[in-house]
């Protein structure tokens, strides 16, 4: 089991800047991927940012440019920077874990941009 925790969630104007930040209760040195995904009202979930053991990343290309995920091992942490914020990023942001066929969910940080 992992359990991910979700913080650094708030209210902001365009064009502001939040970092969310993810800590896992197991090393994520081993998980395969952490990824950030997020869900507006009466949208599907999508996938924001993910990022590999290897360090690998990949985005939405509507947040490419200004989103940037990290993970710190040490800290067993993963982060998203997000800068030039939009009123269309407003969303629940979930942390999620890829360990072999086993797909975790944190329990999601409120975003909300104001324009």
């Known amino acids: 089991q992992v359990q991910l925790v979700e913080s650094g969630g708030g209210s902001v104007q365009a064009g502001g800047s939040l970092r969310l930040s993810c800590a896992s209760s197991?090393?994520?040195?081993?998980?395969?991927?952490m990824g950030w995904y997020r869900q507006a009202p009466e949208k599907q979930r999508e996938l924001v940012a993910g990022?590999?053991?290897?360090?690998?990343?990949n985005y939405a290309d509507s947040v490419k440019g200004r989103f940037t995920i990290s993970r710190d091992n040490a800290k067993n942490t993963v982060y998203l920077q997000m800068k030039g914020l939009r009123p269309e990023d407003t969303a629940v942001y979930y942390c999620?874990?890829?360990?072999?066929?086993?797909?975790?969910w944190g329990q999601g940080t409120q975003v909300t941009v104001s324009s």
């Open positions: 999620a874990a890829t360990q072999g066929i086993s797909f975790y």
């Open positions: 197991r090393s994520i040195f081993s998980i395969n991927t």
């Open positions: 990022i590999t053991s290897g360090g690998s990343t």
